[in-house]
């Protein structure tokens, strides 16, 4: 092989090997970390509200996010909560439209309602 072609070659494998670890993350794995900072922030939330009361949460329907543009996502996500103090129990349905910017480094989202 002549030094052009190994030289070439060698530019191509790197382009390659740039181009698999520059992609950053999957939208479902971007899904599933914004999913877990909201409840995340809800939990801290919660505390402190009312003494004795406490606040499950559980996920009926996971955070599916549409890429709308190339750093912009959108999706719902649904969750169950339930809420105890003293002899008191209330579950209710809660759904978010959430909005996800994300640069490749760090996501910001906003969930209407939150």
């Known amino acids: 092989m002549r030094k052009s072609q190994i030289l070439?070659?060698?530019?191509?494998?790197?382009?390659?090997?740039?181009?698999?670890?520059?992609?950053?993350?999957?939208t479902e794995e971007l899904a599933k970390q914004v999913q877990d900072s909201i409840l995340?922030?809800?939990?801290?939330?919660f505390e402190g509200h009312l003494v004795g009361a406490t606040q499950?949460?559980?996920?009926?329907?996971?955070?599916?996010?549409?890429?709308?543009s190339k750093t912009e996502y959108s999706g719902l996500l649904t969750l169950g909560s339930i809420y105890k103090w003293g002899g008191f129990t209330?579950?209710?349905?809660?759904?978010?439209?959430?909005?996800?910017i994300y640069d490749g480094k760090t996501f910001q989202w906003n969930a209407e309602g939150l």
């Open 8 to 26: 070439g070659s060698m530019v191509v494998l790197c382009m390659a090997c740039l181009m698999l670890f520059s992609c950053g993350i999957t």
């Open 40 to 45: 995340e922030t809800m939990a801290d939330s």
């Open 56 to 68: 499950e949460l559980e996920v009926e329907e996971a955070l599916v996010l549409v890429k709308k």
């Open 90 to 100: 209330e579950r209710e349905k809660l759904r978010y439209f959430v909005e996800v």
